[in-house]
């Protein structure tokens, strides 16, 4: 391991005030756990889903473009979920379809149909953090929610949009993310994300992500129509808009396997 | 009128004094709002069509301002565990440089390979320290024969390799912003120099070079002005061997350049490497007014006079060449005007401003202070100048010679003018021993110049770049690029289609060429795409709806004249190979090339407009058409000669030297004025030409080689600069100063005596002109 030296006095600096904070905010992490917990708890049992989306791409001249796709979501226990998206525009990745296999802090499994090529390709990369689609979406900001994704801590109460809500600091357990820390307002009545913050490797703000338009499925699972990611360094955006969502349409694993990768059109 | 301004000034100094300093310092208030800008935008106006192009470009695709540092291990061989170990760990601290959103570099170079139907993508040394040396030897082919890579990122002879920070600065604040990410970087090399000893480290790009343009703009500041003031202060104690001269002048050097700058507050110009050096102007060419007044009145006081009358004598004698001269000398400087650097602009202005305020000062607070002072004077009549007289005969004597002589020399000067050219290139802007320009002949030396030049390729519609016809057009583009002797590298997309090409057909290296139909390269790019990670997104190379495409090219540090031909020509092989795609070329070094070249065509109109003020200026303040047509020789010959010597010393013009022409003007027009003026009086009171000379040199000769050896010396410290475009302005504009000088000495009295022969008047025998005329003196 190499060490920076300069780094060092900086570091045990920290690593003191660390424990120091630990010790005093102790319930504040236990705090945000807790609420981490209950955030997952109330979204199990879904199944599956199947959706028709729209994503927006924005330049900071506001110049803009839109992509349409299919995303089919397998709930998996105790891991990441499984999602298969097959895209319907442009024109010329018509049919390319891209299944992942999310995990909360070893690097997904990803597979993509190229139909022009009609081979099915394993894409071994570290790219969690890396943009969907050359959109402001990374991998990571689009897969499900999964407690041990990350270390959490409770900051404040704070109200957002009306709603009380419980601001909760989130540090990525994955080695290589993109982000040093996520800040998430969740709403107390329902646990839903409303707004999350995410500050890059130098720990400034990166991107906005707001959830809009929460629509409740099967009466327990509640589902933002539109996701809203500004990058405020690029000044680029990118809106991810749900068209359509069913729940429990009966897909299994095998829908999601490589062979089935193909088959999607 | 003039009486009474007289006597109020005579008569209440303590209320004149009170109200100049009261409006001084209203004025120096504005300096408040004074800031600095150092950025390198700041020499191009928001019309520059190039500053356009780059920003337009910049909003398509990603930014792509940078810090590049360029890293050579002593050992000279970077593809050992240490070094590789030390590139990566600069490449993964670089993320947190503040606004960073972008960092390359040989080990986090995104390579792609095929393992059966498995696409790995990952970082070339991804774990250094932990590679076998066979891995390591692997890499290292791959690193070298990567075009992406070799002559960018690592050198070909792996001597030396490069990381690049790009950053996103804001548009508020961008100075501190270059300051913060500087100082950061320069951090981030000190911390590793430290844990990876023998090895040197260089910063260059865009980042860096702004900070050069400010810590140029510093060192003149701090260490330019303070010169130019200390010799101010020596010269005058000199000349005048007054003190309360010497500080009566001081005093109003020093108001004057506080009202200056604080006008220049008000009126929002910002301080800039070039306004930096407006008061060191503003010096050199005020202390000309004040050893005027101050030199009649201490003449005066010799010849007996009182104080006051002493101050009347000097006021009346200097008010109006002294009002004439600094009308000339700030037309010449607002005539900077019509350049299209902003900055020079604000220089012009803003020492127009100041050389006006000068004039105000010097014949309102100046004859206050100098009445309000002590001063004690020996009545003594100076040993009137005899050196001057014996030269005015000399010159007298041998004008026939002379004539001719000067004239082959004028032509020959003026023949050798033609051997300039223009050339504005940034990294040339500083000089060899400053960090930057050291850092970027490093860099060209060892693995690229630092000239950049993009091609943005637009194709119309969306997704068109993935049609195999555009495709190849960037593919030959690029390969047309790479056979040119002025490149180093170039960086497309093309070469990226090609890779994925090969990995997608398990790395068999025939298929290392373009997928063969749209819908394979766009699935290609799209699963490309998908696999890259954090921060090394395609934005910087392919735009949004991946209609257009951006070629980089890295060229060598060429002048500006190749540089923008080699602009033309990749246009031109555009336009003929691939008519229906536009094509928009920008960068950095593509500004400085054009501005050199456009702002050279406006100060020629700037110095034509000059030209024409300042002669019609003088045919009335003269009186006379023909002298005013007389005036136009020794007013354009020292510009002419000066750029021929230039040509000898340097002969390279960059935008610091378009300008030189009409401020120069507005200088060397107060000596033509001073010498056809008395030489004219004394042609008025009935003396021949040979009479006329003879008087002009006794009673204006020692004051002209007076203020030359103050405006050269101004003008030369102003070429200590470490700033080419200030060191290169003070240096022509010092020589043509003193051109003028020996033109004024040595061509125009021999001129004058050889084509001036008209009628003396006949009722005066010439010896009582002659002692006549001597009285007046």
């Not at chain 1, 630990?22 to 917990?37: D, M, P, S, Y």
């Not at chain 1, 330049?59 to 999602?83: C, N, P, W």
Request: contains cysteine; negative net charge; hydrophobic residues 45%.
């Amino acid at each position: 391991m190499i060490r920076i030296r300069s780094f060092k006095p900086l570091f045990s600096a920290l690593l003191s005030l660390l424990l120091v904070v630990q010790v005093q905010a102790q319930t504040a992490e236990e705090k945000g756990l807790a609420i981490a917990k209950e955030r997952k708890q109330r979204d199990l049992g879904w199944q599956d889903n199947q959706a028709e989306a729209s994503m927006i791409l924005r330049t900071a001249s506001r110049q803009e473009i839109e992509r349409r796709m299919r995303l089919l979501t397998l709930e998996v226990k105790d891991d990441g979920d499984k999602g298969l998206t097959i895209f319907d525009q442009p024109a010329d990745v018509k049919g390319t379809a891209f299944l992942n296999y999310s995990h909360a802090i070893e690097p997904d499994e990803q597979w993509m149909y190229l139909p022009a090529l009609k081979r099915v390709k394993r894409i071994a990369s570290k790219n969690k953090s890396g943009p969907f689609m050359g959109s402001e979406f990374a991998f990571e900001d689009l897969s499900s929610f999964e407690v041990e994704k990350f270390s959490y801590k409770y900051l404040r109460d704070e109200q957002y949009e009306g709603m009380d809500c419980f601001v909760i600091e989130q540090q990525p357990a994955y080695e290589h993310s993109g982000y040093t820390k996520l800040i998430t307002w969740l709403d107390k009545e329902h646990y839903r994300a409303q707004k999350v913050e995410f500050y890059d490797r130098k720990d400034s703000l990166l991107k906005t992500l707001t959830m809009h338009d929460y629509q409740l499925y099967l009466d327990k699972y509640w589902r933002p129509m539109k996701l809203s990611m500004k990058n405020h360094q690029t000044r680029k955006s990118t809106d991810l808009i749900t068209h359509e969502l069913q729940f429990r349409t009966g897909l299994s694993e095998s829908d999601f396997s490589q062979a089935a990768l193909k088959r999607a059109k | 009128m003039r009486a009474v301004w007289l006597n109020a000034i005579l008569l209440r100094p303590w209320l004149t004094l009170a109200l100049c300093l009261l409006l001084v310092v209203m004025a120096a208030v504005g300096s408040k709002n004074l800031y600095f800008r150092g950025d390198y935008k700041i020499f191009f106006g928001p019309g520059n069509e190039q500053l356009q192009a780059y920003e337009d470009m910049q909003s398509i695709f990603s930014k792509s301002e940078n810090a590049s540092i360029v890293i050579a291990p002593d050992e000279g061989d970077v593809f050992s565990p240490q070094t590789l170990a030390l590139i990566k760990d600069y490449t993964e601290e670089a993320w947190r440089i503040p606004y960073a959103t972008r960092v390359d570099s040989m080990t986090n170079f995104q390579h792609t390979s095929a393992e059966g139907d498995d696409l790995l993508v990952e970082d070339l040394f991804e774990d250094p320290q932990g590679m076998s040396q066979d891995e390591i030897q692997n890499a290292r082919r791959v690193a070298l024969s990567e075009p992406a890579l070799v002559d960018k990122m690592v050198a070909a002879d792996g001597k030396a390799v490069m990381i690049n920070i790009t950053v996103q600065l804001p548009d508020e604040g961008l100075d501190q912003a270059f300051r913060d990410v500087a100082g950061a970087v320069r951090e981030l090399s000190n911390a590793l120099s430290q844990t990876y000893p023998n090895h040197q480290f260089y910063h260059t790009g865009v980042v860096y070079m702004n900070d050069a343009f400010m810590t140029s703009a510093e060192n003149d500041a701090s260490t330019l002005v303070p010169l130019m003031f200390l010799t101010v202060v020596l010269m005058l104690w000199l000349l005048l061997r007054s003190f309360t001269g010497t500080l009566s002048t001081v005093i109003v050097l020093i108001t004057t350049i506080a009202a200056t700058m604080g006008i220049s507050g008000w009126m929002g110009v910002f301080l800039s490497t070039a306004t930096v050096n407006v008061p060191t102007l503003v010096m050199t060419l005020a202390v000309a007014d004040c050893v005027h007044v101050i030199s009649s009145m201490l003449y005066g006081l010799r010849q007996g006079k009182s104080k006051a009358e002493a101050i009347r004598y000097a006021m009346e004698l200097n008010l109006m060449p002294v009002f004439i001269t600094s009308v000339t000398t700030a037309i010449g400087f607002l005539t900077l005007n019509f350049s299209d650097v902003p900055i020079l602009a604000d220089l012009g202005n803003l020492t127009a401003v100041g050389i006006m305020l000068a004039f105000v000062l010097s014949v309102t607070l100046l004859p206050a202070l100098l009445l309000l002072l002590p001063m004690r004077v020996a009545v003594k009549q100076q040993t009137s100048s005899g050196r001057m007289e014996a030269f005015a005969e000399w010159v007298i004597t041998n004008h026939k010679r002379l004539l001719p002589f000067t004239v082959i020399l004028t032509l020959v000067a003026i023949g050798a003018t033609l051997k300039n050219e223009v050339n504005d290139q940034a990294t040339e802007y500083f000089k060899p021993s400053m960090p930057f320009r050291f850092a970027a002949d490093y860099q060209e030396e060892h693995i690229s110049g630092m000239a950049t030049m993009d091609f943005g390729l637009f194709m119309g519609e969306p997704s068109a770049l993935n049609k195999p016809d555009n495709l190849q057009i960037v593919a030959d583009f690029t390969q047309w690029l790479r056979a040119q002797p002025e490149i180093d590298h170039v960086s497309s997309i093309s070469d990226t289609f090609k890779r994925l090409n090969q990995n997608m057909h398990g790395d068999d290296q025939s298929y290392y060429r373009l997928p063969e139909d749209r819908e394979l390269a766009a699935q290609y790019l799209l699963l490309y795409e998908m696999s890259l990670p954090f921060g090394l997104d395609l934005n910087n190379q392919v735009n949004l709806d991946k209609s257009a495409t951006r070629v980089m090219a890295t060229l060598q540090n060429l002048g500006s004249k190749e540089f923008t031909a080699f602009e033309q020509r990749a246009l031109d092989w555009l336009a003929q190979r691939a008519p229906n795609i536009e094509v928009r070329a920008s960068s950095p070094s593509l500004m400085f090339a054009h501005i050199g070249e456009t702002n050279m065509a406006s100060m020629l109109r700037g110095t034509v407009l000059a030209l024409i003020l300042i002669s019609c200026l003088l045919v009335i303040a003269l009186r006379s058409w023909k002298m005013g047509a007389i005036s136009l020789l020794p007013n354009l010959l020292p510009a002419g000669i000066g750029f021929g010597i230039w040509a000898v010393i340097s002969g390279q013009i960059n935008m610091g030297l378009s300008v030189v022409m009409s401020m120069s003007l507005g200088i060397i027009v107060d000596d033509t004025v001073h010498f056809l003026a008395k030489y004219q009086r004394a042609r008025r009171e009935g003396a021949d030409a040979e009479q006329a000379v003879r008087y002009a040199f006794s009673s204006v000769g020692r004051a002209l080689w007076i203020t030359t050896v103050v405006l050269v010396s101004g003008f030369a410290i102003l070429s200590l600069s470490n700033f080419g475009v200030n060191a290169d302005m003070g240096m022509l504009t010092g020589i043509i100063i003193l051109v003028a000088l020996a033109v004024d000495f040595l061509f125009l009295p021999a001129f004058l005596m050889v084509f001036d022969k008209k009628s003396v008047n006949k009722e005066d025998n010439a010896d009582d002109t002659d002692k006549k005329l001597q009285a007046t003196v």
